[in-house]
């Protein structure tokens, strides 16, 4: 099993930046798919981007594309999310899932992953 645990969130002003960090523990192969996702109060969790580890592709929901990166550092076991230009409409609980996949299109379905995060809240002023 992998386990994931989140951290970075916080804190910012409309127009600002913030990078959230996962760290991964446990069973980690050579390629698996890793995400994040967001879930804003009264909503439904809802895909933010994945990356294919073992591959690095990536992909991003429509509403972040552009302004948010994914990305990882194999030797630390981390996946990252650099948040900029951030709008209040992303203002939401973060969270950080993993499957066990090599395949390079990654789900976008939460209900596919196997391990979550905890989440780290992010909250957006305007």
């Known amino acids: 099993q992998v386990q994931v645990v989140e951290s970075g969130g916080g804190s910012v002003q409309a127009g600002g930046s913030l990078r959230l960090s996962c760290a991964a523990f446990g069973y980690i192969p050579s390629s698996m798919c890793m995400g994040w996702f967001r879930q804003a109060p009264g909503k439904e969790r809802v895909w933010v981007a994945v990356i294919s580890t073992g591959r690095d592709s990536t992909s991003y929901a429509d509403s972040v594309n552009g302004r948010f990166t994914i990305s990882q550092d194999n030797a630390k076991n981390t996946l990252y999310l650099q948040m900029n230009s951030l709008k209040a409409e992303d203002t939401a609980m973060y969270y950080c899932?993993?499957?066990?996949?090599?395949?390079?299109?990654?789900?976008?379905?939460?209900?596919?992953?196997?391990?979550w995060g905890q989440g780290t809240q992010v909250t957006v002023s305007s």
């Open positions: 899932a993993a499957y066990y996949s090599e395949r390079r299109d990654c789900a976008t379905e939460p209900a596919l992953y196997d391990y």
